[in-house]
């Protein structure tokens, strides 16, 4: 016969309880625990990195122009404008062929200095004529003259010595005073005629002269004017003065085309003396300095140069840098050929540096993963850095010589401050 046991079944139930509570505290802590832990760090293609190792040394400040173009120096352009208004009437040489000196270009035509010109030839001819005739007029009149002085100065000279010897008759009691006195005042009168005589063939000298330069300056003038017509009139066969190659105009000219004077008929550029126009982001072109040491790369080789100018004005950003070449030109270097360029602004010594991450810029603070010694991950790192370069940057502090760190995008991972490396 079986015994009712109802403390048997009261220890049963509180025991179940019991056990249920452990079972429910159990699960919150695990429940908590697993909500604690941290996500599995990503994994990361190695292949796909771009690694650096921070280094000690002297690191070259440079800039980069990766837009830049050769231009004709300042020097080496002749610009050849149309010395009247003419009508072009033959073309003989097109842009891109080399000319020498004397190379005839195209031909002008202007009928109106035509006939300038034969109206100067003829003006001149007729001033010399003029200058001829005026000439043996004034030297017969003072042919004239003179020839009426001279006889002044013959009976001048004759009563001189007639009046010498009244008086030493006069003195000797053979003629009287009276006659004595009347040689001397003949001989007195004839000094005085012969003095302005004498005068008289100097003034007009002087105003033969003067006359005589009058015309020729007439003479002078049109033969400057007729010089003109020539010049000008040599001018419409357009030639070039140095060797060099023809230029394409910005408004070609065609033949029929009238143009007036100054209007540019031909510009012929001297291919060896060329200097690199860089295109630079105004932010970087702040620290240039004229003087500066360039490497221009024409693709066909790298040339040395120096900045000589540096446009004050800035046009879509960037400002205009010239850059004289130092070296030679590589076969096939033309006016408007695209190079690239790097200019040295300063050189660093005894600094950390690195390569130049793909995000982050000069005097900030960067995030960059940090490769661990044994190579199977990174770790996030803030480091600060100083001036930049093209490709390296300055480290001034959370990074030592010798550590490695990743220098590519990573801002897919930005989430993270851990990565494995596969």
């Known amino acids: 016969m079986d015994i009712a046991r109802p403390d048997l079944k009261l220890k049963k139930k509180r025991q179940l309880v019991v056990w249920g509570g452990v079972a429910v505290v159990l699960l919150t802590v695990a429940v908590v625990a697993v909500s604690r832990l941290k996500p599995a760090a990503p994994v990361v293609d190695r292949s796909t990195i771009w690694p650096d190792t921070v280094k000690r040394g002297n690191m070259i400040r440079q800039v980069r122009a990766s837009t830049g173009a050769l231009v004709p120096r300042e020097d080496s352009i002749e610009l050849i404008p149309a010395q009247t208004d003419a009508t072009v009437v033959r073309i003989r040489v097109l842009p891109g062929t080399m000319v020498t000196p004397n190379t005839v270009l195209m031909d002008l035509s202007d009928p ?67 006659a004595y006195n009347k040689s001397k005042t003949t001989a007195e009168q004839l000094a005085t005629q012969h003095q302005l005589s004498r005068q008289q063939i100097e003034l007009n000298e002087k105003a033969i002269n003067v006359q005589l330069a009058s015309a020729q300056a007439k003479v002078d003038q049109a033969k400057a004017l007729l010089n003109l017509y020539e010049k000008q009139s040599a001018a419409l066969h357009v030639r070039s003065t140095i060797a ?34 860089l295109q630079i982001a105004e932010t970087q072109a702040r620290d240039i300095q004229i003087g500066q040491p360039a490497a221009i790369d024409t693709h066909n080789g790298i040339i040395p140069g120096h900045v000589t100018r540096i446009d004050p004005s800035v046009v879509n950003g960037t400002r205009t840098v010239d850059v004289t070449l130092d070296g030679p030109l590589p076969p096939g270097a033309v006016p408007q050929l695209s190079v690239d360029g790097t200019i040295d602004l300063e050189h660093l010594n005894n600094v950390l540096y690195v390569g130049r991450p793909a995000l982050g810029n000069e005097n900030s603070t960067l995030s960059l993963f940090k490769i661990d010694p044994d190579g ?47």
Request: glycine share 8%.
């Open 112 to 178: 109106q200095l035509q006939q300038q010109l034969l109206n100067a030839r003829l003006g001149l001819q007729a001033a010399g004529a003029d200058y001829k005739s005026l000439r043996a007029t004034l030297e017969s009149t003072l042919m004239d003259k003179k020839a009426a002085a001279a006889q002044v100065t013959s009976d001048y000279t004759q009563d001189q010595l007639q009046a010498q010897t009244d008086k030493a008759l006069y003195n000797l009691g053979v003629i009287s005073g009276i």
């Open 244 to 277: 060099g190659t023809l230029a394409p105009l910005a408004t070609p000219l065609q033949v029929g085309q009238h143009v007036i004077a100054g209007t540019s008929l031909a510009e012929v550029i001297q291919r060896d003396k060329l200097k690199a126009a």
């Open 376 to 422: 199977k991950g990174a770790t996030r790192v803030s480091v600060k850095v100083g001036r930049a370069s093209v490709n390296s940057i300055q480290v001034l502090d959370g990074l030592k010589e010798g550590d490695t760190v990743i220098l590519s995008d990573m801002s897919r991972w930005d989430n993270v401050d851990r990565i494995r490396l596969e």
